[in-house]
Every structure is written in C-alpha cells, then in structure tokens.
C-alpha cells in the first residue's frame, strides 16, 4: 500500500499513484497494430494539417462552411494526438503504468476532442440542410458570425459535460485492483475499478452518451430526413444527383464515426464485450475517422480541389 496515497475528507479516498493500462490479452504480434496506429496518426497529421493551411491561407476558402470544416480538421488533429502518441508509447515501449493526475488528462481531452469531432458533423449536416432546403437564404442563415457563435456554444458544453464527468472521478476511492482494460484511460472499465459508490460518474456516463453520440446523430437524421423530402421535390434528376452528391462525403463520414461507437456502447449495455474486441472496436472509432475526414470530405470538396491542383501547377512552374 505504499504506492497509495491517502486523502480524508469526512470520507476516506483511496487514490492510486499509479494505474496499469493492460492492452489486449493474449493477442499475439499486436505490436503491428500499434505500428498501423503510427501510420494513421502521420497521415492524419499530414492530411489536416496541410487542410488547415489551405483554409487559413486562401482567402476564398474564409466562408462559413469552410469555418466548420476547419473546426473539424483541428478537432481531428488535436484527437488524434491526444490518444495515437500515448497508446505508441504505453505499448510499444512497455509504459504500461500512467501517473493518476496524467490518466485523468488523457481520458479529458480524448473525450473532450471525440465529443467535438461529433458536433461538428451535426453542424456540417446543418449546414447542408440550409443550403439544399433554402439556398437563396442560405447565405443570410448560415453566416460567419451565426457559425462562430454556434461553434463557440459548442466548445464551452462539451468543454463542462467532460469537465464535470472527469472530475467525478475524484469522488471514486480505488482500494482494488488498479488494471485498465483498454488501450488508454477510458471512462469505462476505469470507472468499474472503484469500490465506493460510483452511481453519478454511471448517470454522468450516460447523459454524456445521449449528449454527444444519440442527440447529434438523431439530429443529423432529420436533417437528412428533410434534405430527402426537398429533393424529390426537383423535377429534374441531374439536380438531384448534383445536389445530393454534396451531401454523399459527409454521410460516408457520419456512419464510419457514429455506428461503431454505437455498436460498442449498446453491446458493453446489454452484453459481455470481449475486452480484446472493445479495445480494437473503440481505437479505429477514435482514430480512423480523423483520417477518413480531410481525404474524403475536405479533399474532394469542389474548392479544395481546385486549389491543389493550383498548387502543383506552381510547384511544376
């Protein structure tokens, strides 16, 4: 017990110096895993970073969608490097043990950055809603400063849900076992390692889940659900492909990130989840949809496009 240190307020909490995050088990040659993992955080790097100079330095890009886009492209840059470089060292260079004050830092800003990347695909569905539903108002609804404010409101919920549900992790006492079975410190199975009463970090899990994963989606459904009906209503096909082709990137983006972490959350409610298949299930939902995002939304957009080929046009000049 000398590794525990005692703080008593009315209540006698046990807090550990350490937590031991396990990984998989008994999975051979997971170290290529990990090696993937390097691959996807360095191109993730290279894709939003080069989409985010783009943004910033061409000045037709500075309009209201493309300040979500850019919002999304941060969000993935600073998820990705919050988790892939931890996991990298936890695992590759045997790290296992992560300091208590350090584990509750990473478990805020994966969460904090996962949280936004999931309202910024709710305001893209808005902003294709706008401009397939009202396009000559497009422009007066959807503006820089209604987008900014929009944004802002975001950050500062997201900023207090994670805030308020990572502190409640100082209410746990740990006199147990100190093992995490993940691959970084998730709420989840750290929250099942404590032994007192652990009933407001469970409610705050889930009103976290319905906040960030069931309201944004349902949300990102109805708006689909009237983008459908204001297409049936353009007689000519062409436009309806044209216009529906603009929404095609952002849905492929929605079901990669949301249907898996669906997927894994309802299966932990009603089931035993096999924890090597939590572990993989839940790293390529934090991981490759920040890959996914500048290659298949950003990317392909019509603007962003023009503007590459522009660039290598001056490169071979």
Request: a positive charge; aromatic letters at 14%.
């Amino acid at each position: 017990m000398s590794s525990i240190a005692r703080v008593i307020l009315n209540v006698t909490f046990v807090r550990p110096e350490k937590f031991y995050i396990s990984g998989f088990y008994n999975i051979p040659y997971t170290q290529y895993f990990y090696i993937f993992l390097c691959f996807v955080y360095v191109m993730t790097v290279i894709g939003n970073v080069f989409l985010l100079s783009v943004i910033c330095l061409v000045r037709t890009l500075h309009s209201p969608k493309y300040m979500i886009v850019f919002n999304l492209a941060l969000t993935d840059l600073c998820g990705s490097t919050a988790l892939i470089p931890k996991v990298l060292d936890t695992f590759l260079f045997d790290r296992r043990y992560i300091l208590y004050e350090a584990c509750l830092s990473n478990m805020f800003f994966v969460l904090f950055f996962g949280s936004l990347q999931s309202w910024t695909l709710a305001c893209l569905a808005y902003d294709r809603f706008v401009a397939i539903c009202f396009p000559l108002r497009y422009h007066s609804i959807v503006s820089k400063k209604s987008v900014a404010v929009i944004l802002l409101v975001i950050w500062l919920i997201i900023l207090f849900l994670n805030a308020f549900t990572v502190g409640n992790i100082n209410r746990l006492s740990f006199c147990g076992s100190l093992e995490v079975q993940s691959f970084y410190c998730d709420h989840g199975p750290l929250n099942r390692l404590a032994c007192n009463d652990r009933s407001l970090n469970n409610i705050m899990a889930y009103v976290a889940l319905i906040l960030v994963i069931c309201i944004p989606l349902i949300l990102i459904v109805i708006t689909y659900v009237f983008i459908s009906i204001a297409l049936s209503r353009i007689a000519s096909k062409v436009e309806r492909l044209r216009a529906l082709k603009t929404c095609s990137s952002h849905i492929i983006l929605v079901v990669t990130f949301f249907i898996p972490l669906i997927a894994t959350n309802i299966a932990a409610v009603v089931t035993y989840l096999d924890p090597n298949i939590r572990i993989i299930n839940t790293c390529l939902t934090h991981t490759i949809p920040s890959l996914l995002n500048p290659i298949i939304y950003s990317l392909k957009t019509e603007e962003i496009g023009l503007k590459r080929k522009c660039f290598k046009e001056t490169d071979s000049k």
